[in-house]
Nanobody, 124 residues
Framework: QVQLVESGGGLVQTGGSLRLSCAASGRTFSTYARGWFRQAPGKEREFVATINWSTGYSAYADSVKGRFTISKDNAKNTMDLQMNSLKPEDSANYYC?????????????????WGQGTQVTISS
C-alpha cells in the first residue's frame, strides 16, 4: 500500500502563488506515475499535471500550462506543484495520486492511490 498526504493549500488572491506538496510513504518503490488532479464542487475530477517518477517526464492540462510546475524529490519521496498566476477558476480541492502500473496518465483511471486532498481557494 501507498499512503499520500497533501499539504500547502489555502486562500490567496488572484495572481498569487501557492505551492502544494505530496508526501508518500509505504510501498512507494512500486509507483511509476504520480499526478495532481483537482475537483471543484459539482464538477468532475480533472487532470492537472503528471510526472514519471523515474524519468521526470511531465505533462500538464492546457488550462495550467505555463503557470503550474510539477516537480519531484526522489530522496524525500515528495512531489510538489508550484502554482503561479492563480485564477478564481483554479479554486478546487487538489488531490495527489500515484500509480503502480502507469508510466504517466492524464486520467484518474491511471492511478490506484489517492491522498485526501487539500483545498485551494482563489479570491477575485
Amino acid at each position: 500500500q501507498v499512503q499520500l498526504v497533501e499539504s500547502g493549500g489555502g486562500l490567496v488572491q488572484t495572481g498569487g502563488s501557492l505551492r502544494l506538496s505530496c508526501a508518500a510513504s509505504g510501498r512507494t518503490f512500486s509507483t511509476y506515475a504520480r499526478g495532481w488532479f483537482r475537483q471543484a464542487p459539482g464538477k468532475e475530477r480533472e487532470f492537472v499535471a503528471t510526472i514519471n517518477w523515474s524519468t521526470g517526464y511531465s505533462a500538464y492540462a492546457d488550462s495550467v500550462k505555463g503557470r503550474f510546475t510539477i516537480s519531484k524529490d526522489n530522496a524525500k519521496n515528495t512531489m510538489d506543484l508550484q502554482m503561479n498566476s492563480l485564477k478564481p477558476e483554479d479554486s478546487a480541492n487538489y488531490y495527489c495520486a500515484a500509480s503502480s502500473f502507469a508510466r504517466y496518465s492524464k486520467s484518474p483511471d491511471g492511478y490506484d492511490y489517492w491522498g485526501q486532498g487539500t483545498q485551494v481557494t482563489i479570491s477575485s
